[in-house]
């Protein structure tokens, strides 16, 4: 069920309706706040059981009286700087510690580690959880090895705008990799539907190879969710584990009529806590059901061989506090109200503009379910796409309106809210809409040199399409089923050269191309270069401003297999 348009959405695990959770639904955003922060509880700080590894790195931090003669080197922040005191102040430096007595281990969790790991389990509904503190990344890395571990013979079903951790992940396995296709319009790939999946299943398996696993995102960068349930039941058939990359969907479990992937049966789910909840950065969370014993034997042992032996305390600790913030089922109220408050902004249709028209992505393209706190918008219907972009729109208001974007793309602005979000936040990106559109901020756009395309042939002056060009060669790149030319780790091991990027037509990769963010792939090692990939290259580095091309000399070169492929 679509699960913005109408605000229809199924009733999540939490059985919390949206009314029940907020029954000041009509309030103005200022009241909300208000009646939001009046009402929140206080922390227990009483009970040495509500945040183990917390409290257990607060204890040690408070012995002042000790002689440190461990690491790390600043001594409970004895040795550090105006610089270090500016950034993190003098809190932190004494909760960075290391493996002392009564603080655990994360190579082998046993004590408070494995405490706040059990409760958040139970929380989000896993039968185990494990702590990441290299990112959802090694999560994604550790996932893939533990289920394709048998080299090229073994093969992962992977949805092509997975993340490119996904793909150094099949590298770093050695095995197969066969993609499953994705929805897509607007130049944006959406869900994987069951059938898609399916699809990828019978093509691994005529092709020799024994498909051991399928990855799913969901949601997507750009909130869109895929049919999980569906998809396990499909993996089930074949035997297959289900993982779901859920990077930015950890909030899903704890807000009103939603489910996230765990709801829906998938096997192996990673998930970045840092991104809508409130651990620090870097820090999330593996979570697993209905695997076999050997199966997270091997997890554990990938985990310890990937993950730092050095693991930050302030990471592990902020995912415990994280766990016990989201145990107070208001803590999503006031976000939940202001992510809603910009949905019903749009109630009454796009925002029209004589040169432009924006939408929501939900209003456009139907889906088995949105993530309520990502805010897509589309542009389209422009009439002069040489100055009225993503890019343009999203500079212009956080210059002139202070809104910060999460990214752009040439036709979309994504907005992300979090835990942190509150109401008068919303109440700012509505204004500030208003203000583009109803007050003609839109008229101070100009064209700026930077996000133009210098060559005419890369601007596309079809006024009837004006996103034509964009929408095709996006389409092609970043839902492509095209097969990679041989498996990717073998692609990547190889010698390489240095290739001009125009002259690279029919060579094979042995490089990743991504634009970061989101970090999706445009090449990976394995795929043949087509025209329509360097085309499009070449256009978003003389058109973005802001999204960096992740390859070899800012990829005026790429790395390519010593070979070239015959036509």
């Given amino acids: 069920m679509n699960t913005i348009g109408s605000y229809t959405m199924q009733q999540g695990r939490t059985g919390y309706p949206w009314k029940t959770m907020c029954p000041y639904h009509m309030m103005q955003p200022a009241t909300l706040a208000a009646t939001y922060r009046a009402g929140s509880h206080p922390d227990n700080e009483n009970d040495d059981e509500s945040c183990p590894l917390v409290d257990a790195v607060i204890h040690r931090g408070s012995k002042d009286w000790e002689k440190s003669f461990h690491v790390p080197g600043h001594k409970k922040g004895n040795g550090i700087t105006h610089k270090h005191r500016n950034v993190l102040g003098d809190v932190a430096f004494r909760h960075d510690t290391t493996e002392l007595q009564g603080l655990d281990n994360l190579q082998q969790p046993g004590g408070v580690i494995l405490k706040a790991m059990e409760k958040a389990s139970a929380l989000w509904g896993s039968e185990h959880t494990w702590f990441l503190v290299n990112g959802a990344t090694v999560g994604i890395h550790a996932a893939i090895m533990a289920t394709c571990y048998r080299g090229a013979d073994d093969c992962l079903i992977l949805a092509r705008n997975a993340h490119q951790s996904a793909i150094n992940g099949s590298i770093m396995a050695g ?113 697993t059901q209905n695997i076999p014993k050997k199966m997270k034997e091997r997890l554990d042992r990938v985990l310890k061989m990937l993950q730092s032996s050095s693991a930050s305390y302030l990471l592990l600790s902020s995912l415990d506090a994280a766990r016990y913030h989201m145990e107070d089922k208001a803590a999503v109220d006031e976000p939940h109200a202001a992510a809603l408050h910009i949905h019903s902004y749009f109630n ?35 009439i002069d796409a040489a100055y009225i972009t993503g890019w343009s729109i999203a500079t212009l208001l956080e210059t002139e309106r202070g809104i910060v974007a999460e990214m752009a793309t040439y036709n979309a602005i994504v907005y992300a809210c979090g835990i942190g979000t509150r109401l008068d936040d919303a109440q700012a990106l509505t204004d500030s809409l208003d203000w583009l559109i109803k007050e003609q901020g839109i008229k101070h756009l100009s064209v700026p040199l930077q996000m133009i395309s210098k060559e005419k042939d890369l601007i596309n002056t079809n006024k009837e399409d004006p996103f034509g060009d964009e929408r095709d060669a996006a389409a092609l790149i970043a839902v492509s089923c095209q097969q990679p030319a041989t498996v990717p780790r073998d692609v990547y091991m190889s010698d390489s ?41 070449q256009k978003l580095k003389q058109t973005s401003s802001s999204s960096l091309l992740i390859g070899g000399n800012a990829c005026d070169t790429i790395q390519v297999m010593d070979v070239f492929i015959t036509e």
């Fill in 497 to 537: 050269i240095a290739m001009p990027l125009e002259q690279s037509v029919s060579c094979i990769a042995a490089e990743t191309i991504t634009v970061y963010p989101p970090g999706i792939p445009i090449l990976v090692p394995g795929d043949v270069i087509t025209a329509d990939h360097v085309r499009y290259i």
């Fill in 175 to 287: 095995c197969s990799v066969v993609y499953a296709r994705n929805e897509y319009s607007y130049g944006i790939a959406h869900h994987v539907t069951p059938e898609a999946v399916e699809e990828a299943f019978i093509k691994a398996k005529d092709s020799g190879c024994c498909p051991r696993a399928a990855l799913i995102v969901s949601p997507t960068y750009f909130g869109v969710q895929s049919d999980i349930a569906a998809i396990q039941k499909v993996c089930n058939k074949y035997g297959a584990v289900c993982i779901v990359d859920e990077a930015h969907g950890a909030h899903l479990a704890h807000v009103p009529n939603c489910q996230d992937a765990l709801a829906h049966g998938a096997h192996l789910v990673i998930q970045s806590t840092h991104k809508q909840l409130s651990s620090l950065t870097q820090s999330s969370m593996l979570h």
């Fill in 348 to 382: 009454k249709g796009s925002l029209k503009h004589k040169d432009v028209e924006i939408s929501l992505l939900s209003s456009l393209v139907h889906a088995p379910r949105y993530d309520p706190w990502r805010i897509t918008l589309v542009l389209h219907h422009v």
